[in-house]
C-alpha cells in the first residue's frame, strides 16, 4: 500500500535530501516503504519533523497558523494578555 495524493495535505511541504518532493515524487518512493514506516510517514505528515527511510533525509514543513485549536477542534487566537503586570 502507498501514500495516495489525499494523504499529503495543502500546507505541508515535504524536503527529499534538502530537495522539495511533489506528491508523485512522494508516492512512487512510498511503494516499496513498508507498512510500518508507511504509517511513521503519515504521522509525521500531520505534526512535521525530520524522518529517515531508506538512506533519504524527509524533512516535513508544515505552515505555521497563528491560531490554535481548543478542545472542540475550533481554531481561536490565543489569549493576550491585559495588563503588563500580568507577565511580570
Not at 508507511?38 to 516535513?60: A, C, D, N, S
Amino acid at each position: 500500500m502507498a501514500l495516495s495524493k489525499q494523504s499529503i495535505r495543502q500546507g505541508v511541504h515535504v524536503l527529499v535530501d534538502g530537495v522539495h518532493a511533489t506528491k508523485e515524487e512522494l508516492i512512487t518512493l512510498s511503494e516499496t516503504w513498508t507498512e510500518k514506516k508507511e504509517v511513521f510517514f503519515r504521522k509525521m505528515l500531520q505534526q512535521g519533523g525530520t524522518i529517515t527511510i531508506q538512506g533519504k533525509k524527509f524533512q516535513i514543513l508544515k505552515d505555521l497558523k497563528d491560531y490554535a485549536r481548543n478542545s472542540k477542534g475550533e481554531y481561536e487566537a490565543p489569549a493576550k494578555p491585559h495588563r503588563n503586570e500580568d507577565w511580570e
